[in-house]
């Protein structure tokens, strides 16, 4: 039972029993499992355009040689048009110069009522942008990862012979010319979260920030990764000193959450590794985790994909923690752990960590979400 206010009432959460008590009525939530799309990251390459110090895929194999992707149009053709498929391209960086007849396909294929997802560096030359105009209504969103002010950035995001940082401002200011649909996620771990408010000055002072959303990620699995409870600290606290701005933030409890106390349901997995698969043109393997090409679960060839059946079980089975000692947990469907990356990981203090996350974010109910508490009350 879980203590915590809404609108300055005395409200309680029960996990056990899925309700909320609020003043003297009982909202029972929706404790249907959440389905969603499965999602298909096309993959051209594993090679990049900037040198980033934490890249989890800097031991993946680089290949070099050229894909046609017109060899694999059965595959593409099936997959682009399943409507329970969304897409995401990424790498490497997608928008080399070298891909640009291969995005071209692609989009080509896609059927009227689908729209690809994107996630770059934004390090590209002019090129890519005349082509992402012509292309707009092709693109879901572009995803523009960013580390900090200008001096953090270049730093930690090494571009050869050129200033990372100034090319993303300047590729910023033609996706608002030109009504692109794009979004900054801004990468946060202990080395460089203090320079954040120097970074979203000079957002501020750059552009109109109230146009597009801006998004707070943690770096994961390294030693410099950022505690839960600190990251959405830093939420709150950016929403409070930038009020005009659009800030979101990627946490795993956060979500799970929102979604349960807004009755849109529950969700056992921390991400969708055991239901995702990364097409790998250039090395022809796919995987279910598009952090590490180790979560290996099939084979691509020119006609068909060949699953794995029995490895992408056992990625889904650990994410949903179905088969091991969270599967009774009382907090199974909130808790951010049940990485396959790091499954060798002994959960320490799970719990703990868990319940202290969730009384933290009901202590801040009313600044995280709104909720309509009369339409559910019984």
Do not use: W
Not at 221 to 243: C, G, M
Not at 350 to 370: A, P, R, S
């Amino acid at each position: 039972m879980f203590k915590f206010k809404i609108n300055n009432i005395d409200s309680n959460l029960n996990v056990s029993k899925n309700f909320i008590k609020y003043g003297n009525k009982l909202i029972f939530l929706n404790t249907n499992t959440i389905q969603d799309n499965r999602l298909i990251y096309l993959k051209l390459n594993s090679n990049c355009n900037i040198s980033c110090t934490y890249c989890y895929q800097s031991k993946d194999e680089k290949k070099s040689e050229e894909v046609n992707l017109k060899n694999y149009e059965l595959v593409l053709n099936k997959e682009l048009k399943n409507s329970d498929n969304d897409f995401v391209l990424f790498g490497g960086e997608p928008f080399l110069r070298s891909n640009g007849d291969k995005i071209q396909y692609i989009f080509d294929l896609l059927p009227e009522n689908k729209k690809i997802t994107f996630y770059t560096n934004a390090c590209y030359t002019s090129y890519f942008n005349d082509f992402l105009y012509n292309n707009k209504n092709k693109i879901k969103e572009l995803i523009i990862t960013i580390d900090g002010p200008e001096q953090i950035h270049n730093s930690r995001r090494r571009m050869k012979n050129n200033n990372s940082y100034k090319v993303i401002m300047e590729n910023i200011k033609f996706y608002l010319q030109k009504d692109l649909p794009f979004s900054i996620q801004v990468n946060l771990d202990k080395d460089n979260v203090e320079s954040i408010n120097d970074l979203l000055q000079d957002i501020e002072r750059r552009f109109h920030p109230s146009t597009f959303d801006i998004v707070l990620n943690k770096v994961l699995h390294t030693n410099n990764t950022l505690n839960e409870i600190r990251l959405l600290k830093l939420f709150l606290d950016i929403k409070e000193r930038y009020p005009t701005f659009r800030i979101n933030v990627n946490s795993v409890v956060l979500a799970k959450i929102k979604n349960y106390i807004t009755n849109q349901g529950i969700s056992r997995s921390r991400c969708k590794a055991g239901k995702s698969l990364v097409l790998d043109f250039s090395t022809r393997q796919i995987y279910t985790c598009p952090q590490s090409t180790g979560t290996h679960v099939g084979f691509l060839d020119f006609s068909k994909i060949s699953i794995l059946e029995e490895e992408l079980k056992d990625v889904f089975n650990y994410c949903n923690k179905l088969e091991n000692k969270c599967s009774d947990c009382l907090y199974v469907n909130f808790c951010k752990f049940g990485c396959y990356i790091d499954r060798r990981d002994i959960f320490k203090n799970c719990i703990k960590e868990t319940t202290d996350e969730i009384q933290f974010i009901l202590d801040n109910f009313d600044k995280f979400f709104e909720l309509k508490l009369s339409k559910t009350a019984k």
